[in-house]
């Protein structure tokens, strides 16, 4: 099983999240580009800190939107939203060289991971840069990555709440996020041993991910991955990066 | 001899400049990379119109500064200043794998390309990204690249005016910028021709160098820079990218 | 009959449309506030020529997008998207007096104009900078102004396509723009007489507007303006400002 | 005695301070106004609470730089950042109006407090939306401001270090930030009591200040600053915000 957090997400003054607490937990960091989050300084760091503990680097590409941290959807035109996408990416690359490592995949960020109908452009981008894609399985823009022949990884959170249907219950609704450490644990090791999902419902729904997603933005968010980790280290479940 | 201008130099829904008409001209394009000027669209579509014309495409790199142009000088940290610049060729790379093409090297934009305590910054990055870097004969940046090993390609100014120790009358002062078609061409014929600049006292000064800079910004710009190109084949100089 | 435009749409650098031409044409100014558009400088020299000419400034107030040139709709929290109407109202109104001149309504530009779901955030923030607000008769803008009891001043476009229900074609499709002069000039005129516009069906659509929005960000469109001007003029419309 | 703090420094996603905590603490805040930190948002809660608890508010205006925080110098033309600054202040203010409270003061932040030669553009803007301005004792602003016949309010810091010439060794000097609590209290209450301060060198120079200036960005800060203030409340100085 892989372990990926988002990181990087600071900007210029502005911290947020324990980006060096993370890496000891994580086997993929997500380093935010500079459109929704993180700036050159901030992605170089990250990538010299990952290639120090030998943790795989990823795009965690968003929308040009440092004020609303890529959490509100723009009506982006598709071209123009693959061509930023791109350039993200390559931005990374460039850094990542510097500090001799590699960027290994691509995840889109907030509001983008869920738009279906942007999906398009997060393909055509992946395409470009030959990466494969991090996204949720049932997902539309895990359908629009196979009918390209883009690679995915699939990837599930322990610490949200799901939907029968497999799908994610959307940040804001009332129960989305999960804070209680052993709810948490209890959920990771599920997906992670029996590859399944509690929904709200209560069904018990078949997921099948290759990777866990797990969250820094708070000193308790910290603990939380690290609690997962040590409990599927427990479970014997080995981990490392999803993308070799 | 090769001519280079800057290109690309729009910003969203801005235009600046007529870069289909510049790439008639030159044989070596200067891209914006989103910091001073340019966005992820309009930098994939002059490197897709240069490629189509076999124009080499070098990145124009500047400061975080779009409501400045790049041309105020901004108090960078040398550090953060050195992976912007990486960042933004990263960018410019990416979008130019996308076309087909690639970036070939280093040009510093605005206030950056006069900064002595800059170059530094410059360098390293030139460095990272492996680049020949653009610059002045007599330049502090000229001086720093050779002690660093990184290659340089010498450029000289057919529309600007020098003083007597061959560097550039800075923009702003009266006179620094040379309007007249008949003056600027003949200036061109003597860089590609005798290696020489007249200076602002009547000196006439050795000036070698590898590249001569036009400008497009204007409607008048490109009939100027096509008439610099035409006295250039008529007197039989040779035309090709700096960069082979 | 007012006549309206859009004015002080550059950003630093790069120009945009033709302010000093325009300001011989309208009555009313809708100057750019910096989000989507514009920068303090060009926001003041605006200001200060549209107060020479006693032509009457009110806000044109966008998103938070100089890349998407607040065209393309944006997910806004409506307490944050009315908190930044109110900032762009107030910067204005900072530059304006230092000219001698006031605000005097609030319109919103681009994809906020037309977003049903936002006209709450709009409503709320004229409220608090007790100004009215220009929007299209028959809009959602319009009648959520009236139930707060927000004056409106309702515009209507000589240059654009209407549909039968009184609502404009939106931008995009086929034939939403007119550019023959002689109907648009047809149209302002039967706006302005007969308070009537030709829907795409033919249908004549009774449509009761107090200003006419023009257009100036080429040069054919401020020559249209300029012939706009002249025939309502000449069909004796008396031309002024709606806010008195 | 007046003590005033930098309040609403966060961004968008990104926090920064304990602004509620500093509001029990300080008798002026400094808001800052989106330039180098603050949005409309951050800026009108700011502007509620201090309302709330009867805390003067001014403007915090600075550079159009958030990747930089306003730290580092530009090379502004002067009228351009005349004109951002008086932005700044309209835009605070329409969302202080909206709270039923006030701008009272303009104090520049970060570089531009200190760059003697764009201390016109301040007092210019000063001079434009009728505020006095925070200044250092001794200092070019100070000066300039007196001669423009603009109001001055003098501070003082109780955690910097000071040189003989009354003027304050830079930030990033060695030494130039002091975090010890008792000696950043004593400090305070020989500025509060003896309007003194000891340098550098051991010198005590005379220094008449209005205001001290308190910082609340880190948890230690904001201890600090209760500390100060609870020292100033037993010394029996009466603390009430500088502009009445």
């Keep these: 099983m ?4 988002d990181l990087g997400e600071g900007f210029g003054h502005w911290n947020l999240g324990d980006d060096d607490a993370l ?48 959490r ?9 939203l693959c061509d930023e996408l791109i ?14 490592t590699t960027v290994r995949y691509l995840k889109p960020h907030g509001a983008l991971y869920h738009q279906a109908d942007q999906a398009p452009a997060i393909v055509e981008a992946a395409e470009v840069v030959k990466l494969p894609i991090y996204c949720a399985p049932e997902s539309v823009l895990a359908t629009a990555s196979g009918d390209a022949g883009v690679p995915v990884i699939f990837e599930g959170f322990a610490d949200r709440a799901y939907r029968a249907d497999g799908t994610l219950l959307p940040r804001g609704k009332p129960g989305a996020v999960i804070g209680d450490t052993e709810e948490v644990v209890a959920r990771a090791l599920l ?12 069904t018990v ?13 708070t ?9 997962v980790r040590a409990a599927l280290e427990g479970a014997g479940v080995p981990l490392r990066a999803a993308v070799a």
């Excluded at 350039?87 to 001799?100: F, K, S």
């Design 2 to 5: 892989d372990l990926n957090a």
């Design 205 to 217: 729904v078949p997921h099948n991910v290759d990777s866990i997603c797990l969250h820094g933005d």
């Design 191 to 202: 997906l992670a041993v029996d590859q399944r999902v509690i929904a709200l419902d209560g």
């Design 23 to 70: 890496l000891t937990v994580v086997t993929s960091a997500n380093v935010a580009c500079g459109f929704h989050a993180g700036d050159a300084g901030i992605m170089r760091q990250v990538c010299a800190a990952a290639a120090a503990r030998k943790v795989v680097i990823g795009a965690q590409v968003g929308y040009r939107d440092l004020a609303g941290f890529g």
């Design 87 to 100: 350039y993200q990416v390559g931005a990374l690359q460039a850094l990542a060289t510097a500090e001799g």
């Design 219 to 227: 000193p308790g968010a910290v603990t939380l991955a690290r609690s």
């Design 72 to 80: 509100r959807r723009i009506d982006y035109e598709l071209g123009q």
